[in-house]
């Protein structure tokens, strides 16, 4: 089992900055690749970013490619997506996600964590 945590959400201009991070728990987490992705109101959940257990190869979307990266501490078991800048069309609940490969798809990850709330104002 695989527990994971986001946080670093909020409340942000356009134009600024935010960094999410995603804790991951137990005891093989630094086994699994690494994905983030979002749903915003009315939408569904949609690929942003992920990244291979070690870190060295990540893929992002075309709608963030130049402006989000995707990193992870294989320490800490914490990956992260540093967003900026952001864009009102970057409003939505993030979720982190982990699986054996890096997908792009939601049936590749295993297992989710709650999501975190990120806004943008115009």
């Known amino acids: 089992q695989v527990q994971l945590v986001e946080s670093g959400g909020g409340l942000v201009q356009a134009g600024g900055s935010l960094r999410l991070s995603c804790a991951a728990s137990g005891r093989t987490a630094s086994n699994y690749a690494m994905g983030w992705f979002r749903q915003a109101p009315g939408r569904e959940r949609e690929f942003v970013a992920t990244?291979?257990?070690?870190?060295?190869?990540?893929y992002l979307a075309d709608s963030v490619k130049g402006r989000f990266t995707i990193s992870r501490d294989i320490v800490k078991n914490t990956v992260y997506l540093q967003m900026n800048p952001v864009q009102p069309e970057d409003t939505a609940v993030y979720y982190c996600?982990?699986?054996?490969?890096?997908?792009?798809?939601?049936?590749?990850?295993?297992?989710w964590g709650q999501g975190t709330q990120v806004t943008v104002s115009p």
């Open positions: 996600a982990a699986g054996g490969w890096p997908r792009l798809t939601i049936s590749g990850y295993d297992y």
């Open positions: 990244i291979t257990r070690s870190g060295a190869y990540t």
